[in-house]
């Protein structure tokens, strides 16, 4: 009787059928794929989440860096975010490039 070298063996799943098994590998795949076209159709369904936005006011001074923080939409969520810690408001200067 020939012996049987279990490290050979693949793994794999048994389903509810008994005669058909299938690869832990094609499992995976199948799972990343469909994990995959998800994130793809949400991406398809919701592209105005995916566009950069271009905020109209920075936060500048030292230690924010150049420009500065540009994600603010009013003067006011700037002025606030500034207060207290030696820092100005601007508007982003990328806006005047356009």
């Known amino acids: ?55 109209p006011y920075c936060l500048s001074g030292r230690g924010v860096g150049t420009p500065g923080q540009c994600h603010f939409a009013t003067r006011q969520a700037c002025l606030t975010a500034a207060a207290g810690r030696a820092l100005s408001c601007r508007r982003n200067p990328r806006l005047s490039q356009r």
Not at 46 to 52: C, H, K, Q, V
């Open 1 to 55: 009787m020939p012996r049987i070298d279990l490290s050979q063996r693949r793994p794999a799943i048994l389903t509810k059928n008994p005669d058909i098994v299938v690869e832990k590998e094609a499992v995976m795949l199948r799972a990343v794929l469909l994990g995959f076209a998800i994130v793809v159709a949400i991406a398809c369904a919701y592209p105005e989440a995916a566009r950069a936005r271009t905020y």
